[in-house]
T-cell receptor, first 111, second 112 residues
Framework: EDQVTQSPEALRLQEGESSSLNCSYT??????LFWYRQDPGKGPEFLFT???AGEEKEKERLKATLTKKESFLHITAPKPEDSATYLC????????????FGGGTRVLVKP | EPEVTQTPSHQVTQMGQEVILRCVPI?????FYWYRQILGQKVEFLVS????????KSEIFDDQFSVERPDGSNFTLKIRSTKLEDSAMYFC??????????FGDGTRLSIL
């Protein structure tokens, strides 16, 4: 069974204080790892897809990296508007259709 | 930017009643999904739908659940006889071929 674990569960940062979120996964045949942002009362908003170990993607203050067992989402010099829950999900297996989500990391950036 | 639209945003239903949750996926997308998120828990996959049939479903998606694409734009999830434990946020998602899934803002289902 595919498993995705995110840590920490919650993260409080001062504005400008860089940090990293971890997503470790155990899957059979990874087809893609996805990062989403979720604001309260909203659906997950797509950020990145990573397909193979060593791959990196960047968008503004966010950078996602992938190894064979985990992915990191680095937040550089965060701003209060980066406050959200960040979700990691994997697509795996022969069908590779569904996403299996981790529990998320709630990030709060204080000014 | 095109988006997935879900209605209603909040549905309150008596236990045992039928409920239909509605979704309008992004117009050129071919693959459709339902997920749910019980308060404080992970987002869980329910069902995927492609070419007018279910392509995959989870153990949660039992005989009480059904999906339908009644026309070219809507995608619905029906729960025949709701239980207290069906209370959750239900998210619809859609995607184009070889593209990531895009989610709606969900329907909060409250079973009394």
């Amino acid at each position: 069974e595919d498993q995705v674990t995110q840590s920490p569960e919650a993260l409080r940062l001062q504005e400008g204080e860089s940090s990293s979120l971890n997503c470790s996964y155990t899957v059979s045949g990874l087809r893609g790892l996805f990062w989403y942002r979720q604001d309260p009362g909203k659906g997950p908003e797509f950020l990145f897809t990573l397909y193979s170990a060593g791959e990196e993607k960047e968008k503004e203050r966010l950078k996602a990296t992938l190894t064979k067992k985990e992915s990191f989402l680095h937040i550089t010099a965060p701003k209060p508007e980066d406050s959200a829950t960040y979700l990691c999900a994997v697509q795996a297996g022969a069908a590779g259709n569904k996403l299996t989500f981790g529990g998320g990391t709630r990030v709060l950036v204080k000014p | 930017e095109p988006e997935v639209t879900q209605t209603p945003s909040h549905q309150v239903t008596q236990m045992g009643q039928e409920v239909i949750l509605r979704c309008v996926p992004i117009s050129n997308h071919l693959y459709f999904y339902w997920y749910r998120q019980i308060l404080g828990q992970k987002v869980e996959f329910l069902v995927s739908f492609y070419n007018n049939e279910i392509s995959e479903k989870s153990e949660i998606f039992d005989d009480q659940f059904s999906v339908e694409r009644p026309d070219g734009s809507n995608f619905t999830l029906k729960i025949r006889s709701t239980k207290l434990e069906d209370s959750a946020m239900y998210f619809c998602a859609s995607r184009a071929r070889n593209q990531p899934q895009h989610f709606g803002d969900g329907t909060r289902l409250s079973i009394l």
